[in-house]
Nanobody
Framework: QVQLVESGGGLVQAGGSLTLSCAASGRVVSNYFMGWFRQAPGKEREFVAA????????QSADSVKGRFTISRDVAKNTVYLQMNILKPEDTALYYCAARYGSDWAQRPSSFRYWGQGTQVTVSS
C-alpha cells in the first residue's frame, strides 16, 4: 500500500515556474514507477511525466518536453515536477501516481495508487 500526497500547486503567470512535490508513504521500492498526470475541466486525464524509482530514468509527454522535469529524492520518498515556462494550457489539476512494474506505462489505468491532486492555474 502506498499513500501519495501532492503539494506545491498555485496560481502563476504565463512564463513562470512552479515545483510540485509528491510525498510517498508506505513501501516504495526500486521496481516502482512514479508519475504525474493532469486533468483540465472537461478533458480526460493525461500523462505528463514518469520516473523509474530505482534507476531514475524518466519519460515525459511531448507537450511538456523541454519545460517540465520529473525527479525524485529517494531518501525523502518524494517525487518532484519542476515546471518552467508555464502556459495557460497547462492549467489543470495535477495528480501524482504510482505503479509497481518492470515496464513503462502512460495510461492512467496502469497506475494503481493516486494522490488527491493539486491545482495549477496559469494566467495569461
Amino acid at each position: 500500500q502506498v499513500q501519495l500526497v501532492e503539494s506545491g500547486g498555485g496560481l502563476v503567470q504565463a512564463g513562470g515556474s512552479l515545483t510540485l512535490s509528491c510525498a510517498a508513504s508506505g513501501r516504495v521500492v526500486s521496481n516502482y514507477f512514479m508519475g504525474w498526470f493532469r486533468q483540465a475541466p472537461g478533458k480526460e486525464r493525461e500523462f505528463v511525466a514518469a520516473i523509474n524509482w530505482g534507476s531514475g530514468d524518466t519519460q515525459s509527454a511531448d507537450s511538456v518536453k523541454g519545460r517540465f522535469t520529473i525527479s525524485r529524492d529517494v531518501a525523502k520518498n518524494t517525487v518532484y515536477l519542476q515546471m518552467n515556462i508555464l502556459k495557460p494550457e497547462d492549467t489543470a489539476l495535477y495528480y501524482c501516481a504510482a505503479r509497481y512494474g518492470s515496464d513503462w506505462a502512460q495510461r492512467p489505468s496502469s497506475f494503481r495508487y493516486w494522490g488527491q491532486g493539486t491545482q495549477v492555474t496559469v494566467s495569461s
